[in-house]
């Protein structure tokens, strides 16, 4: 079973404007992680924001912030003020651990974001 | 400071043949992976390794097999090449001990199977 849902496979945003993209996760673990990344056309993977599961607060790095909502399991970038440069895929993706086996990362199927002048 | 280095970058192999996707790291992280991404889709997690010696299958592990003799290399093998496994295979590491550390990547190797 998917253990990272991405609902939306392509989106458009106005430039200047703000993006959410949707992630939920499904786990059992207490302790996991939730990390965003970019991937540029170019195909290099960029890491941009991380939540861990017993962060109070919702993380921000720059015009990268993320909508933690822990009880829906859900873990929702949002992008303020969209460049051009902001067109890529994006992956959202889970640390977990379980009882039988190591820490492992997986991740969801992406969005594809495209800013439109 | 290199991170996270794969070879090739491209490489077109015949069915059944078989190769080795090299993949090293100097940051001395202890935790690796390989992943498989397929045209417009999101990353796989094909093995990953917490350590030299210590290796666990992940998502898609049938037709790979992996080794962790050292902490710096995790090559990935693949026997028996079939055209289902073309794709762009990405090569990670992270420092294994802090969770919130995110994965380096490498910049991918490309491969055709024909």
């Known amino acids: 079973a998917q253990k990272i849902t991405q609902t939306q496979p392509g989106m458009f945003v106005q430039e200047k404007e703000a993006v959410t993209l949707d992630c939920t996760y499904d786990?059992?673990?207490?302790?996991?992680?939730l990390f965003w990344y970019k991937q540029p056309s170019s195909g290099e993977m960029i890491f941009l924001i991380y939540?861990?599961?017993?962060?109070?607060q919702n993380a921000t790095e720059g015009r990268y912030s993320l909508n933690f909502q822990k009880a829906r399991k859900s873990a929702n970038l949002v992008i303020s003020a969209s460049q051009l440069g902001d067109s890529a895929m994006y992956f959202c993706?889970?640390?977990?651990?379980?009882?039988?086996?190591?820490?492992?990362?997986?991740f969801g199927p992406g969005t594809s974001l495209s800013v439109i002048p | 400071n290199a991170g996270v280095t794969q070879t090739p970058k491209f490489h077109i192999l015949k069915i059944g043949q078989s190769m080795t996707l090299q993949c090293t790291q100097d940051?001395?992280?202890?935790?690796m992976y390989w992943y498989r991404q397929d045209p417009g889709m999101g990353l796989k997690l094909i093995y990953y390794?917490?350590?030299?010696?210590?290796?666990d299958k992940g998502e898609v592990p049938n037709g790979y097999n992996v080794s962790r003799s050292t902490t710096e290399d995790f090559p990935l093998r693949l026997e028996l090449a079939a055209p289902s496994q073309t794709s762009v295979y990405f090569c990670?590491?992270?420092?294994?001990?802090?969770?919130?550390?995110?994965?380096?990547f490498g910049d991918g190797t490309r491969l055709s199977i024909l």
């Open positions: 993706a889970m640390r977990e651990g379980r009882e039988t086996s190591y820490d492992k990362v997986i």
């Open positions: 939540q861990g599961s017993y962060d109070e």
């Open positions: 390794s917490v350590g030299a010696g210590i290796t």
């Open positions: 940051m001395n992280h202890n935790y």
């Open positions: 990670a590491s992270s420092l294994g001990t802090v969770r919130s550390q995110p994965q380096h």
């Open positions: 786990t059992s673990d207490q302790s996991y992680g």
